[in-house]
């Protein structure tokens, strides 16, 4: 069903008009065309936009409307969910002209609300309350809160998708249950994101057993990508000396320092925060005003950053995907990618993040750092260009999120709930639609068990510890212990640091990097902080942190090899270097400098008279005690891969150690491969094994290989 532009403000009331025109907004954008009428007549709705385009406004202008047209209203009217706390904060700070002007309260209640702030809220609650998941969780509860939540009749989950991936979601579909079963009439459900490769799952996550009505805009804001990848000069090998670096990075640095020069506001993203502070120490080491940001920053530091950078005070943050979501860093001129995103919804989040409204083109550098960095970066853009955003796994039936939420819905009850009930709450929510009552039960008996809760033929019971239970483990995100790290030149906070460094590297003495600068360790105390000085050593160690890189999916790798075949047929027909390179430039967003050396690459592979491996050709290649399996399958294949070949051999007494990446697997052998009858072994033992010497082989990979303790030690915490 379409609307006509002027529908949707039309259906406003006149104070929400006249504040829109006071802003200088005098026409819809194509969300805020499609969802406001919906949303206006009382439908669920997921919205997905792209970045700028109005979608968090298309939400809140008609339920905003209907909240201040209701002159009785009590309690709490509008719940806003969001992933994190910064988001949180900006939001508050976007809504609080419109709420001085159009008379309704709003406030933010996240785990560092003042308890006082708690308190007042508890007497007098706000009309929209902006909160996190695990904060609805902790309020589900209260006597209080729950009279206030009775009122509730709309909640808008921001960036749904980032919460639909884990267990935090999980536990949120089943918070908004438990919420549905204190609001007599119920509430409407909306839901936000950029970037949703799978919106009808996305929709039944939202929804539940409700209907939701999809608005999906397509991706076609005017986007500029371009991948660079620069050749070494005399002034960069002049620059790989003092950074004590390579002339290939000292390259890459200028060019990154050149971009930022010639730009008001630039965001270079990296894959992970080891990278981020990488970067930021090379640019303190030049001089140049170019802050970082990411997650192992204390917020503090984190806030400066993001103040320093909307004020202009500085061109150049490097962020993780930290500022992906919609933090207010004010207007951003161009994005730097620095090595491949590995995924599309990142280049789509990253990107988009430039040009932030629907008129502006987004404007987007990918640098790559090698050959096979450029072609998964050139991958990237082009899945982008047709549409291909990857899935989102919505994980089902989590039994460790399911324990804590049947003691929720007791805590929700006078001290007993049938368990009947219970179980009809729960399997409402879209990741419990398919729970049998055979694991639920069984969940249930090991709560008796445990004594979190008492039961008996037909009903559940508190005891003394479900409420311990319950507010021990509101957070779904697993608790790593952190360390605060300390300047004692001014006492602030300059970072966090990881458990595994502090145990196997930190020491009195040790120089490292943090915030883009060293730092050396002076004291450890025992309240876990570490105090440290500034100093100069261009060969410091970097924080090692917890949590892993993006796997690259399989449809990117495919694409790869695609490539791959491209370029080798170009050689096989006898094109010259030049007109290749000509050829690939008018396909390819990247530079000549790149694409001269993807063609040596490969010019030289087919020199030594092996086959170029492509998406559709597998290469067994054996040298001295190595294997390498060539594929173009992605991480999370490869490394399955990997695993149960590693399996096969290990079980013959062929294989020390094994790597993958998502384009090859190595095996390092016990013997020498010229020792080995390699086609026999793949052709017969690997791809022609047995079935079910195939099925011991996986057994004793879940068995002797799975990370279950690590696991364990999440749930457990």
């Known amino acids: 069903m379409r609307f006509m532009a002027q529908e949707a403000f039309a259906l406003l009331s006149s104070p929400l008009k006249g504040l829109l025109e006071e802003t200088g907004i005098s026409k819809p954008t194509p969300p805020q065309i499609e969802a406001i009428p919906l949303i206006a007549q009382g439908d669920n709705v997921l919205i997905i936009a792209p970045t700028g385009s109005g979608k968090t406004e298309a939400a809140l202008l008609p339920l905003i409307d209907r909240l201040i047209r209701n002159h009785d209203r009590q309690g709490i009217s509008l719940v806003y969910i969001t992933p994190l706390r910064a988001l949180n904060r900006d939001l508050l700070k976007r809504l609080q002209t419109w709420s001085n002007k159009l008379g309704f309260s709003v406030e933010v209640r996240h785990g560092d609300t003042p308890a006082k702030d708690r308190r007042r809220m508890a007497i007098k609650p706000p009309d929209l309350l902006i909160t996190t998941p695990e904060t609805l969780q902790a309020v589900l509860p209260g006597k209080r809160m729950r009279d206030h939540l009775r009122h509730v009749k709309s909640v808008i989950i921001d960036e749904i998708h980032e919460l639909a991936g884990d267990r935090r979601g999980v536990q949120l579909t089943v918070g908004l249950e438990r919420l549905r079963e204190i609001c007599v009439n119920g509430f409407q459900r909306i839901g ?6 799978n919106p009808e799952e996305i929709a039944l996550f939202l929804g539940g057993d409700q209907p939701v009505k999809t608005v999906q805009i397509p991706l076609n804001k005017s986007t500029a990508y371009k991948v660079e990848y620069p050749a070494p000069g005399e002034e960069d090998r002049d620059l790989a000396r003092q950074l004590y670096t390579t002339p290939e990075a000292a390259a890459r640095l200028t060019l990154v320092d050149d971009l930022v020069e010639a730009h008001d506001s630039t965001l270079i993203f990296v894959n992970s925060r080891v990278n981020a ?44 995907s930290t500022l992906e979501l919609g933090i207010d860093i004010g207007s951003v001129d161009l994005v730097v990618q620095y090595m491949s995103p590995r995924q599309v919804n990142s280049l789509v989040q990253r990107v988009g993040r430039s040009g932030h409204t629907l008129t502006r083109t987004s404007q987007g550098v990918l640098v790559s750092v090698s050959t096979e960095d450029i072609l998964e970066s050139v991958g990237v853009i082009e899945l982008a260009r047709e549409g291909q955003l990857e899935r989102t796994s919505i994980h089902a039936g989590a039994l460790d999120v399911l324990a804590h939420q049947i003691t929720g819905v007791l805590m929700d009850s006078d001290g007993s709930l049938e368990i009947s009930r219970a ?16 694991p639920l039960d069984k969940v249930i008996e090991f709560m008796r068990k445990m004594g979190y809760l008492k039961k008996d033929d037909s009903a559940l019971y508190r005891t003394s510890r479900t409420r311990f239970y319950y507010f021990e483990n509101l957070s779904m995100i697993p608790d790593e212990r952190r360390y ?14 990881g458990e595994e460094f502090m145990i196997t590297k930190a020491r009195i003495g ?16 025992d309240d876990g902080k570490v105090y440290v000085l500034p100093i100069v050593d261009p060969t410091a160690a970097i924080p090692g942190w917890d949590g892993q890189i993006l796997p690259v999916p399989r449809a990117l790798a495919t694409k790869v090899g695609v490539y791959r075949s491209i370029m080798d047929k170009l050689i096989d027909e006898n094109t010259t270097r030049s007109t290749a390179v000509e050829t690939l430039s008018q396909r390819w967003p990247c530079d000549t400098y790149g694409l001269r050396r993807l063609i040596e690459e490969i010019e030289t592979h087919k020199a030594t008279g092996a086959p170029v491996p492509t998406d559709q050709r597998v290469l067994i290649e054996g040298f001295d ?6 594929t173009h399958l992605g991480d999370i294949l490869n490394f399955t891969l990997g695993e149960v070949i590693e399996e096969l051999f290990r079980r013959q007494g062929l294989v020390r150690m094994w790597w993958s990446d998502p384009y090859r697997i190595l095996f390092e052998m016990t013997a020498d491969t010229s020792d080995l009858d390699l086609e026999d072994l793949f052709l017969k033992q690997v791809f022609g ?23 364990m030690k999440h749930v457990a915490e």
């Open 689 to 711: 094994v047995e079935e079910p010497v195939l099925s011991g082989a996986c057994h004793g990979v879940l068995h002797r290989h799975f990370p279950w303790q690590l696991y």
């Open 484 to 497: 605060l790290v300390v300047d004692l030149t001014s006492q602030q906070n300059v970072g966090i640091l």
């Open 423 to 438: 179980k009809t709450i729960i399997k409402r929510a879209y990741p419990y639609r398919d729970l049998e009552d055979g």
């Open 510 to 525: 040790l120089n490292f990097i943090v915030k883009g600068r060293v730092w050396q360790i002076k004291q450890i105390t």
């Open 192 to 197: 936000l994101s950029a970037t949703v490769g």
């Open 277 to 320: 502070e990488l970067l930021g120490s090379k640019f303190n080491m030049m001089d140049r005003k170019i802050m970082v940001h990411h997650g192992s920053l204390p917020r503090e530091e984190r806030v400066r950053a993001e103040e320093a950078f909307k004020a202009g005070e500085i061109k150049g943050l490097v962020c993780t």
């Open 625 to 630: 005690r190595y294997i390498i399996l060539h």
